[in-house]
């Protein structure tokens, strides 16, 4: 049996079922990350996390139509004193919608396991700023990889800049 995810993206990956088990998934972890402070929650463990945990954070934003606030949980490098996160989506073929949320309200807050509340501004890595931190992505969490060849678009590369 081989661990990890298949060459080709998996059938299903984009119903309206998996699109709601992963909205409870996340909300759970949101959840439970809040309740024990990030001691459970805070590490990705599922695809190449399985071998290789990966730090997560939850990403306040404000919905650019709803005007409400949601809390999603992301992977994240850092960088020095910023925060890269990835809208990868899981490879599918649009956007998640913290990332249009993120580019309509850029300022808004981060909790990061064992560090505590931040204060960010959000904006999309350039292109020569994401080529470089594209391989560390990967390097962080394999299946980045995987994500950005089942999918046309170019995967977004977040920075969290503190505030």
Do not use: C
């Amino acid at each position: 049996m081989r661990l990890g995810l298949p060459e080709e993206r998996p059938d299903g990956l984009d119903s309206p079922v998996t699109a709601k088990v992963i909205k409870y998934m996340s909300r759970a972890q949101v959840r439970l990350f809040r309740l024990t402070n990030g001691r459970v929650g805070s590490r990705w463990r599922i695809g190449a996390g399985f071998r290789k945990p990966v730090p997560t954070l939850l990403l306040d934003h404000v919905g650019r139509k709803s005007g409400r606030t949601f809390t999603t949980p992301l992977l994240f490098l850092e960088d020095g004193p910023d925060l890269v996160v990835v809208a990868s989506q899981g490879g599918l073929p649009r956007n998640p919608q913290w990332y249009a949320n993120l580019v309509a309200h850029p300022d808004t807050t981060v909790h990061v396991p064992r560090q505590g509340v931040r204060r960010v501004r959000a904006r999309t890595a350039g292109p020569d700023e994401r080529a470089e931190l594209w391989p560390r992505l990967v390097e962080l969490y394999a299946d980045f990889a995987k994500y950005a060849r089942w999918t046309d678009r170019e995967i977004p590369v977040v920075v969290l800049e503190p505030r």
